[in-house]
Nanobody, 126 residues
Framework: QVQLVESGGGLVQPGGSLRLSCVASGFTLDAYAIGWFRQAPGKEREGVSCIRSSAGATYYADSLKGRFTISRDNAKNTVYLQMNSLEPEDTAVYYC???????????????????WGQGTQVTVSS
């Protein structure tokens, strides 16, 4: 059974950090590009970042560059999203997704991703 499971979300104060994990089961993660998306209450889902399967090239939403870092550990079948200097506006449910490729232009195109996790809640609040 193909499955993606996110973890690492929680409540954090503004300025804090969290590292989200996305673990795959039922397939080999290193053959896929992995994207992170988020959806805040009352807002549309937006692309956060993606990492290619080969060479590990990474892409980010412009507004998040410098604060978020995506990485992968293929041996653990896991992709991470390190989030630093968190702001209340980062509060959302964060999802990972697997697809055949990603690029700077299409990293946030949800239709290109085949498998999705259930999401993990991130709340930034004092």
């Amino acid at each position: 059974q193909v499955q993606l499971v996110e973890s690492g979300g929680g409540l954090v104060q503004p300025g804090g950090s969290l590292r989200l994990s996305c673990v795959a089961s039922g397939f080999t993660l290193d053959a896929y590009a992995i994207g992170w998306f988020r959806q805040a209450p009352g807002k549309e889902r937006e692309g956060v970042s993606c990492i290619r399967s080969s060479a590990g090239a990474t892409y980010y939403a412009d507004s998040l560059k410098g604060r978020f870092t995506i990485s992968r550990d293929n041996a653990k079948n896991t992709v991470y999203l390190q989030m630093n200097s968190l702001e209340p506006e980062d509060t959302a449910v964060y999802y990972c997704a697997a697809g055949p490729f990603c690029s700077e232009r299409y990293y946030d195109t949800a239709a290109l991703y085949d498998y999705w996790g259930q999401g993990t809640q991130v709340t930034v609040s004092s």
